[in-house]
Each structure stands twice: as C-alpha cells, then as structure tokens.
C-alpha cells in the first residue's frame, strides 16, 4: 500500500503545520470534541486529537489512504466533502480541520463555507494553506521557471496558489473571520533541497537581498477561522498579526561587510531601474 501524504507528527515542534493544526484545533479548550478532518490520508493528524480524548470524522478521496485512516480514527468515509455532507446533512461539528487540501479543490471558498454551515454554535475551522509567495518560488520564477514537482508548494496536483493576500481574500470570501494566524516558517535552500528545485545561489541570494516584506520566508499559513458578519471582514482579517518563530539566521547577514555588499546591490539596481525608466512618465 502506497499512501503518499504520510508523515510523522511531532507535537512539540513550534514551526510544524501538523503540530500548529493541531493546536488550534483543541485551542477552545472543550473536552470530548466531535471533529471532522477533511482530506485526512491516513488519519496521522486525527490521530493526535483521538489520542486526546476527542472523537474524529474523517474524509479521504483515496480508498488505501481511507482504509489506513479506519485503524486511527472513529469513523471514515471514503469521498469528498460535499459527498460527506450530503450523506450527513444534519450532522455538527466543535472543529473541522482542512490540512494542505483547499489549494487542491477548484472552489475552495465553497467548501469553506459548506464547512462553516456544519459548525457548532461555538465550533471553529482550523485550516492550512500553502504560500505560493514563498522565496523559493520568487527565486524559481527570477529563472524563468516554475516546475511542479510530487510535493511541495508547487506539488503537481496543487489547482489553486494562494500568497498572503490571496488567503485573507479567500477566508473573507467564505465569510470567514481569522481569530489567530500562524506562519511556518522555512529557508529558501532548505525548500529547494527537500523539494528539488535546484535554484541557484545567485538567484537564492538575489530575492534575499531585495525583499522588503516579512514573508519572505512563509511557507505555510496556519488559520483559526469562525462564520462572522461580511460587514468589515476583510479589514478585520488583515489586522490580525502573523505569529512567526525568529527567522533563521542567514550564513554572514549581520556582518558589516555583507550588509555594504547588499546595500551597494540595492543602490546598483535602483541607479540600472532608473536609468531603464528615464522618462518613461513623460513618455505614458
């Protein structure tokens, strides 16, 4: 048997989206939850709430991923989610988790709001989402590539991409309020090594230099979200803060020498982009 979403769940680690799931999932603090995990492979992350005392629904597409799941979890169903609510229509749940597989659903934000219209009164939505905004893929695209590989942010079976914007506008698009936002973190050589992108040093340190936002390093985005009121939404969500973990120290960064050799890249590109635009207003 060949499941090919599989992992190890290490609880402890503070920048995992397994462990962060989890931990928004049981954050209210209720004993006994009922919990549906859609998309849940072989129920490797239901298990870790199972083992807390909560009771886990899952639903898997892949049959071998949803017999695995049956040896892990209460109860599995073999389909997807609107399958799933169809054969259960009246059914609530304290918290529905959506692990990495919104970005492989053509309408994720109907799914989201099919999901938000099956909660408790007091139930929550703990969901991941890959960041296509991540540097490795800035650093792919600087080569004029973008290569899907089996896994990863750019995995082959991925239909929707989603940066920091795109998942504020798609939970505010479901009617979706965000209550906590995290942000696992990841090295832009380590995505490329574990993931076979094959960037360059060049062009790793070319997007380094240049960024001037803090996501350079997103790889994943870990959401609590709740059913609110449209009126205000998308402010409210774009006001919550990212929790992030300090961001790993690049090999020379703090050096003096490093920092002029940035500096003086940054002045070289602005003086190249201004001597490539002169009088392109005037022109417009």
Request: proline share 5%; with cysteine; net charge negative.
């Amino acid at each position: 048997m060949t499941i090919k979403y599989q992992f190890d769940v290490d609880l402890a680690d503070p920048n995992n989206g397994h462990s962060l799931i989890h931990q928004l999932a049981v954050s209210s603090g209720k004993p006994a939850m009922e919990v549906l995990e859609i998309g849940c492979s072989s129920g490797y992350v239901g298990a870790t709430l199972v083992a807390k005392g909560h009771r886990v629904t899952g639903v898997e597409l892949d049959p071998e991923a949803a017999e695995a799941a049956r040896s892990a979890l209460q109860e599995v169903f073999t389909g997807d989610a609107d399958a799933f609510f169809r054969a259960h229509p009246d059914r609530r749940f304290d918290a529905i988790l959506l692990g990495d597989v919104l970005e492989h659903m053509a309408e994720p934000g109907a799914t989201l709001a099919r999901c938000a219209s099956r909660l408790t009164p007091e139930g929550a939505l703990a969901i991941s989402l890959p960041c296509v905004a991540h540097g490795s893929i800035r650093a792919m695209l600087l080569e004029g590539r973008w290569d899907y590989a089996d896994y990863g942010l750019l995995d082959r079976t991925h239909l929707r991409f989603f940066s920091y914007q795109g998942m504020l506008d798609l939970l505010a698009g479901a009617g979706l309020r965000i209550e906590k936002l995290h942000a696992v973190l990841m090295p832009i050589e380590t995505a490329s090594r574990e993931y076979g992108m094959n960037l360059t040093a060049e062009s790793i340190a070319a997007v380094e230099s240049l960024a001037k936002d803090d996501g350079l390093l997103d790889f994943q985005y870990l959401i609590l979200a709740r059913p609110a009121a449209p009126e205000g939404l998308a402010e409210r969500n774009a006001a919550v803060p990212v929790q992030r973990i300090p961001a790993p120290r690049r090999p020379g960064e703090k050096s003096a020498a490093q920092q002029w050799r940035v500096g003086a890249f940054r002045r070289l590109l602005g003086g190249i982009a201004r001597r490539r635009f002169r009088g392109a207003e005037r022109a417009g």
